[in-house]
């Protein structure tokens, strides 16, 4: 067990990088997946169609493979920035559409007859979207959108594969040096876990107080 008291500066600096990962990507990928819903039930048919390419194609192509290209291929096109805040883009475009697909779910909570009379006290689409279907359904995709970011927590795992030095990574380098791959991969695993904990708490907590009652 000493070589965790040894260790535990860069395990803490690496736990503070997976978590500014979570957060920044958290944040970004909620406000762009709510923009992208908005554009999903736009009437505009080529806002419809555009923020329905960009969920598929980020539904479908793996995150590693996206992460694999930002890294290495931006480079040789011109675009130059460091390892996480290229690893924060990703993951924030990647998520933001699994997070658009829970905030339109959500979309389907909101009654018609409330969309119809904003229209009859004169709203604007803008104003309908902004003031009613939005705030709506943002409040009852709470725990899916929880979900989400459960899984990208999760998924910042594999930040390491293309050189960021946050949670996963600093337990890979531990166990080079300390050969003692169960206790502490299980040690990093159960980080994850109190990490994924707290996310769903809080947001069983925001879904309790923010429920609409109807």
Same mark, same amino acid.
């Given at each position: ?24 990507? *958290? ?7 709510? !923009? ?6 736009? &009437? ?6 555009? /923020?329905? =390419? ?7 192509? &793996?995150?590693?493979?996206? +992460?694999?290209?930002?890294?290495? =291929? !931006?480079?040789? %096109? ?12 990703? !993951? ?12 339109? $779910?959500?979309?389907?909570?909101? $009654? ?5 009379? $904003? ?6 689409? *803008? ?23 459960? /899984? +990208?927590?999760? @998924? ?13 990574? %600093? /337990? @890979?380098?531990? @166990?080079?040096?300390?050969?003692? &791959? ?14 994924? +904990? ?5 947001? *069983? ?10």
């Amino acid at each position: 067990m000493d070589f965790f008291a040894s260790s535990a500066g860069p395990i803490a600096q690496a736990l503070g990088t997976t978590i500014l990962l979570a957060v920044s990507a *958290g944040i970004g990928s909620i406000v762009l997946g709510t !923009l992208v819903t908005a554009a999903r039930i736009s &009437p505009v048919p080529v806002l419809r169609w555009a /923020a329905f =390419a960009y969920v598929q194609f980020f539904v479908n192509v &793996p995150l590693l493979v996206l +992460l694999v290209l930002a890294v290495f =291929a !931006l480079p040789d %096109a011109g675009f130059l920035l460091p390892l996480t805040p290229t690893a924060i883009i990703v !993951l924030t475009l990647y998520e933001a559409a699994y997070v658009a697909e829970a905030v339109r $779910s959500g979309v389907n909570t909101v $009654s018609r007859g409330e969309i119809e009379a $904003s229209r009859a006290l004169g709203f604007s689409l *803008g104003q309908t979207l902004r003031v009613l279907v939005i705030p709506q359904s943002l409040r009852a995709a709470i725990q899916p959108i929880g979900n989400v970011m459960i /899984a +990208l927590t999760m @998924n910042t795992a594999l930040a390491a594969a293309v050189g960021v030095v946050e949670l996963t990574s %600093a /337990a @890979n380098k531990l @166990n080079l040096v300390e050969a003692q &791959p169960i206790l502490i991969f299980t040690a990093a695993g159960l980080i994850y876990m109190v990490l994924a +904990l707290a996310i769903g708490l809080t947001a *069983g907590r925001l879904e309790k107080k923010l429920r609409i009652r109807r």
